[in-house]
């Protein structure tokens, strides 16, 4: 296990030297950090001095070590528009994106376990035809038109939800996790289905049946253990791109979180809060990466046992 | 996907030494004299899918009004008239008032057929070039193996291992928001998923006996690739293809929605929701509508890609083909009693 957890990280990590290289030849290739920092009335001087505080006249080499020296210390740079650190920015707004990021996947696996066995039970049966549809509709709405509906609906129309903002009870939660979780609910729904659907009919469910165990445990404990694998990696590679819903969810609710604080980075360009935002949320995909790893090594005793490189 | 009827187990996809043209195009139905029971034409397992009928009318609608569109319409699209500012859809104002004007009193109806251009003109050639490319890497990685196998699925999953919209922002911070832009970094972003499916496949077929036959009669790499693996790995490469064009339309609507995407005054659907969000309290139909043509086409495509799974698996086709009762009762059968 140990062993198998080692290799995993190593091989995941290739992903994120990536990034932090990738990073880097962002900020130097794309043009003159000089010029991104400094406003264009900056005199020749300036310019010169800007480059020699922050080492931007060495050789590549020389700047590239520093990168990661700083890097190391979490040193980002200061935002452009606050003079805040950018590390203190992004690690501020990540709790937000977090706690988002947590619920919604916790009541999209939970929701999608039950419903997604309820329809595989009855296969093609109506209910399980509506289930389908629904779920599959689920998947193609866009999120942020979802969002926009709902805030046309229960905040414009009805007056019951805020429209947007954190502070409040927990109305405040009910739009963004529904818009976050319309698309991995949808796709894991029809994931669990299918790979339920498939083991309810393999052999080991008919064994279970005709040593008489109850249909509960039939369900739950036979054909849902090995119909969790194919759950589990769709699940992981959803949770990964809930990023791509949080950036639009916090944009359109005010959700204070990474991924509002990366689109305003990118349109006002201020580079370091940007860079600081990808790098977290590389190295928050990293760990996801491995906890998956882990999930499926504590799943499936033949994955533990032939640990791939 | 026609050929090879006779036999409709699982060899059925073996093309044999000389396999015709899998892609869905009708074949020439005076070439050659069919052997009965005649194989099932692609419209006619339409036909046995009735929600997949109804997609296909309807991607087939977007596409005329995307291609028609601009020679139909002229220049409605642009035509301002403030006088006609946010008119509720109605019958009253002829066919471009149907759906109201928006705050500069063009027609949306005009301005929702000239996005739907817009849209495929992004999301058709994002998802043929990451197709093309993705499918020839991974087919080439899958039949060599080896280091080239393992080169080619790492740099697969760096790419997968991030979300799209992640690499679009910080791609797009780079360079400028365009349409040619946009199709590269979302061609980018998709190029691992068929690399990975068409080496899974044609790893596989490898060593399939077919394939070894070609290799004896002396058929080079990039022959038996070309001959042999694809007519094979390419049904399901192009299911995949389906689902892959719902995804980058949302992805390019959600960039688009952001103010990364397609800049005004060009239009896109993703554009038109973020344009209408601000009158949102007092004309809804400028956010809602073009959401609507956004769901239409990503569930139609859905459906679609659902249908040519089966149409394509010579063990599932059946369920197309069959009578309606007796395919209830299969699925009767299939349920656990």
């Known amino acids: ?309 | 996907m026609t050929a090879t009827p006779q036999d409709p187990g699982p060899t059925a996809q073996d093309p044999g030494p000389a396999p015709q043209d899998p892609g869905p195009a009708p074949q020439d139905p005076a070439a050659a004299p069919r052997p009965a029971p005649r194989p099932a034409r692609w419209w006619t397992l339409l036909g046995g899918d009735r929600f997949a009928a109804a997609a296909a009318v309807v991607l087939g609608l977007v596409l005329t009004a995307a291609l028609l569109g601009p020679v139909l319409l002229g220049d409605a699209a642009e035509r301002q008239d403030l006088r006609a500012s946010l008119r509720p859809p109605s019958l009253d104002h002829g066919v471009l008032g149907l759906l109201g004007t928006d705050v500069l009193g063009r027609s949306m109806l005009a301005r929702l057929i000239d996005a739907a251009g817009t849209t495929l003109s992004v999301a058709l050639p994002a998802v043929v070039c990451s197709l093309v490319i993705g499918s020839a890497i991974g087919m080439w990685a899958g039949y060599h193996g080896g280091l080239r196998e393992s080169a080619a699925m790492r740099v697969a999953d760096v790419i997968l291992s991030f979300p799209s919209l992640l690499l679009a922002v910080v791609a797009l911070y780079v360079f400028t928001p365009s349409v040619a832009n946009l199709v590269l970094i979302l061609a980018i972003t998709r190029i691992p998923v068929y690399l990975r499916t068409a080496r899974a496949e044609a790893a596989e077929l490898r060593s399939r006996l077919f394939v070894d036959a070609a290799r004896t009669f002396g058929a080079g790499s990039g022959a038996t690739i070309y001959r042999h693996i694809l007519p094979i790995t390419l049904p399901t490469l192009l299911t995949v293809a389906t689902v892959d064009f719902s995804f980058v339309m949302l992805t390019e609507s959600s960039l688009s929605f952001l103010g990364i995407g397609i800049q005004p005054p060009d239009v896109s659907w993703g554009l038109m929701v973020a344009q209408g969000r601000q009158y949102l309290q007092t004309a809804w139909w400028i956010a809602v509508l073009p959401g609507v043509a956004i769901v239409i086409t990503t569930v139609s495509a859905t459906i679609i890609a659902a249908w040519a799974r089966l149409a394509t698996d010579p063990a599932q086709r059946w369920r197309l083909t069959a009578p309606r009762a007796r395919r209830a009762r299969a699925n009767r059968g299939e349920t656990p009693s």
């Open chain 1, 1 to 309: 296990m140990v062993t198998f957890l080692r290799k995993r990280v190593v091989s995941s990590a290739i992903p994120l030297l990536f990034v932090v290289f990738g990073v880097f030849c962002l900020a130097r290739l794309t043009g003159d950090p000089v010029n991104l920092y400094l406003p264009l009335s900056a005199t020749p001087e300036q310019r010169a001095e800007f480059a020699a505080a922050n080492g931007l006249d060495q050789p590549v080499l020389v700047q590239l070590w520093d990168y990661l020296g700083q890097i190391a210390r979490l040193d980002f740079g200061e935002s452009l528009r606050t003079g805040q650190s950018a590390a203190e920015m992004v690690f501020a707004a990540f709790p937000a994106t977090l706690q988002l990021a947590a619920v919604t996947m916790l009541i999209a696996v939970a929701g999608a376990v039950l419903i997604g066995c309820a329809a595989a039970y009855r296969p093609n049966s109506p209910a399980d035809r509506v289930c389908s549809f629904l779920s599959m509709t689920a998947a193609s709405i866009p999120d942020f038109w979802f969002a926009i509906m709902g805030v046309l609906v229960f905040g414009v129309t009805l007056g019951w939800l805020p429209t947007s903002g954190v502070t409040g009870g927990a109305e405040v939660w009910v739009l963004p996790i529904a818009t976050l979780l319309i698309r991995p609910f949808g796709v894991l729904v029809q994931v669990v289905r299918g790979a339920m659907v498939a083991a309810l009919t393999a052999p080991y469910t008919r064994v279970a049946r005709s040593k008489g165990a109850s249909e509960k445990r039939v369900v739950f404990g036979h054909a849902l253990r090995n119909a969790a694998m194919p759950a589990l990696t769709v699940a992981g590679d959803l949770a990964i791109g809930l990023v791509n819903g949080a950036v639009v969810v916090e944009t359109i609710f005010g959700w204070p979180g990474i991924g509002k604080l990366m689109i305003d980075s990118v349109l006002q360009r201020d580079f370091a809060v940007l860079q600081a935002a990808v790098l977290l949320t590389a190295v928050t995909i990293f760990t996801l990466n491995i906890l998956i790893d882990a999930c499926y090594a504590l799943l499936d005793a033949r994955v533990r046992q032939a640990a791939p490189a």
